[in-house]
Nanobody, 116 residues
Framework: QVQLVESGGGLVQPGGSLRLSCAAS??????????MGWYRQAPGKQRELVAT???????NYADFVKGRFTISRDNAKNTASLQMNSLKPEDTAVYYC????????WGQGTQVTVSS
């Protein structure tokens, strides 16, 4: 089993920055081979991909965050992070950490609100 805990959300003004973190615990076998990712869900909308990173550190980004967000992970610490810069009001959502190895594991989510 795997548990994921997100942190780092909050209220930020447009143009500001936030850094989200996801701490994973559980099976070392799974953690070391997994793909981790960040997804988000705004009110009334479907959950959507933000960015993913493989165990080999290959990354993939949604077009709407390219050049603004950066995903990273520390395999030794079993953490994944999302550095978000140049935030826009439309980035407001609950952000979820996801880990995939055979099956999917999700964190509880952290709220990000971009507003003046």
């Amino acid at each position: 089993q795997v548990q994921l805990v997100e942190s780092g959300g909050g209220l930020v003004q447009p143009g500001g920055s936030l850094r989200l973190s996801c701490a994973a615990s559980g099976s070392i076998f799974i953690l070391s081979r997994s793909t981790m990712g960040w997804y988000r869900q705004a009110p009334g909308k479907q959950r959507e991909l933000v960015a993913t990173i493989t165990s080999g550190l290959s990354t993939n980004y949604a077009d709407f965050v390219k050049g603004r967000f950066t995903i990273s992970r520390d395999n030794a610490k079993n953490t994944a992070s999302l550095q978000m810069n140049s935030l826009k009001p439309e980035d407001t959502a609950v952000y979820y950490c996801r880990l995939t190895w055979g099956e999917d594991y999700w964190g509880q989510g952290t709220q990000v609100t971009v507003s003046s």
